[in-house]
């Protein structure tokens, strides 16, 4: 059977995904359309260009992720260093590497742009700081005067898993009637974390909110969402970087929990995180074990008890 799936972000939590993925296709499911929010795009980008749960399960086991953490060494200077990035970059890390990273996975496949993916099976929040909206990748580009087909998608991942403060946002010029009678300054468009705004968009398949039919538009969608987000200790406010973390980490992990609790749950894979956070890039190989294993388990268990809903999107 075939259903779309929407994946949530979180960070480095984003590992027990690639599990839950891997128990889906055991369960006998496929996946039609993909769409996904910081790590969550990184799983679905991965699963639009072929991988399957277990290729995933051999990459992300075989990465460290804390090789994502790269600044200069001017910017590595105890105190001073981080914060003097975050005033002139904007971030603490560049997100380059991160970038570089999918780059070389999407082109063992041979995906490079959007236009290399079959039109729609692929999306990716992200959200637009300059004019506060949520963008839609790749369709939401031609607001902007670029054109989706030719966009990389790696640099839509990473435009999508820019964590505020802590990597640099992605900024892109307007072009053409988009940019027509604004300023130089004003054709420039900052991009963050799709998570600021959306973390869990399980509503970007439903007909009733998309407005419009497609082929395969009965085919349920099936959200997969990280639990236990919220640290164990409550965060501690020292100073205005550690309270800008946790004003962001409050915002990336509790903005979509009503709409959530409305759904009442029944098209949703709840995957426990084990109190591991969004930015703990320097997890153990262990850890990474036992994410992916909860992964795994939420995914078997909720399709062992799982039916679609019958006309669920046509009503």
């Known amino acids: 059977m075939e ?12 590992i027990s995904l690639a599990g839950a993925v891997e128990a889906t296709e055991h369960a006998g499911r ?21 991988y ?29 260093g981080p914060a003097l990035r975050v005033m002139i970059k904007k971030g603490l890390y560049s997100g380059e590497a991160l970038e570089s990273w999918i780059r070389g996975i999407l082109r063992e496949k041979g995906i490079v742009t959007f236009s290399d993916l079959p039109r729609g099976k692929l999306s990716i929040i992200t959200s637009d700081i300059s004019n506060g909206r949520i963008v839609v990748l790749p369709d939401g580009l031609e607001e902007y005067g670029i054109t989706p087909g030719g966009f990389e998608v790696a640099k839509a991942v990473r435009m999508s898993c820019s964590i505020p403060y802590f990597f640099d946002p992605v900024m892109l010029r307007l072009s053409g009637q988009a940019a027509r009678g604004k300023s ?10 799709g998570g600021l705004l959306s973390n869990f968009p399980l509503w970007l398949f439903d007909e009733k909110q998309a407005g419009f039919k497609s082929p395969g538009h009965n085919i349920p969608t099936v959200g997969y969402q990280l639990i236990g987000r919220t640290d164990p200790q409550p965060h501690r406010i020292t100073g205005p970087f550690s309270m800008l973390q946790a004003l962001v980490g409050t915002m990336l992990s509790a903005h979509d929990e009503r709409y959530i609790e409305t759904e009442k749950l029944v098209r949703t894979v709840k995957i426990p995180t084990l109190g591991i956070s969004t930015t703990s890039f320097h997890i153990s190989p262990v850890q990474g074990d036992d994410l992916y294993a909860a992964g795994y388990k939420a995914g078997e268990e909720f399709f062992k008890n799982w ?3 019958v006309h669920r999107l046509t009503q």
């Open 3 to 14: 259903i779309n799936a929407v994946f949530e972000g979180g960070g480095v939590k984003g």
């Open 52 to 80: 399957n749960g277990e290729a995933m399960s051999r990459i992300i086991k075989g990465t460290s992720f804390s090789s994502f953490l790269k600044r200069g060494a001017l910017y590595n200077t105890a105190f001073v």
């Open 30 to 50: 496929t996946f039609r359309k993909v769409a996904g929010t910081s790590s969550g795009s990184i799983i679905a980008s991965m699963l639009a260009a072929g």
């Open 307 to 309: 039916r679609p809903p």
């Open 184 to 193: 130089f300054t004003e054709q420039f468009v900052y991009f963050v974390d």
